[in-house]
Nanobody, 126 residues
Framework: QVQLVESGGGLVQAGGSLRLSCAIT???????IGWFRQPPGKEREFVSY????????HYSDSVKGRFTIFRDHLKNTVYLQMNNLKPDDTAVYFC????????????????????WGQGTQVTVSS
């Protein structure tokens, strides 16, 4: 069983930065860690993923160039560094673990991810 715990959310002004953490525990064959977000009143959407091994990384167009995903293997933690935040980034952010043999946009599909964290709120004020 895999457990994921997000932290690092909060309230920030537009243009500011936050770093989200996803601490991963438990036995798993998951090789894919993704970040998703759910804005108020909207569907959950893909943000970014990182794949273990080759460190394949992918971002949604809406965050590319502003967000960076990376991992600390010793701490078994995946981070999402968010810079130049915009009010449209306001959402509950979730990390999730899954398994894949593919790379690229295919890994943005939520059904690939079998384990999810509880989410952390990010609010960006204008």
């Amino acid at each position: 069983q895999v457990q994921l715990v997000e932290s690092g959310g909060g309230l920030v002004q537009a243009g500011g930065s936050l770093r989200l953490s996803c601490a991963i525990t438990g036995q798993s064959v998951s090789n894919l860690i993704g970040w998703f977000r759910q804005p108020p009143g909207k569907e959950r959407e893909f943000v970014s993923y990182i794949r273990t091994g080759d460190e394949d990384i992918h971002y949604s167009d809406s965050v590319k160039g502003r967000f960076t995903i990376f991992r600390d293997h010793l701490k078994n933690t995946v981070y999402l560094q968010m810079n130049n935040l915009k009010p449209d980034d306001t959402a509950v952010y979730f990390c999730a673990a899954g398994t894949t043999i593919y790379s690229g946009g295919y890994n943005s599909i939520p059904s690939l991810y079998h384990y999810w964290g509880q989410g952390t709120q990010v609010t960006v004020s204008s």
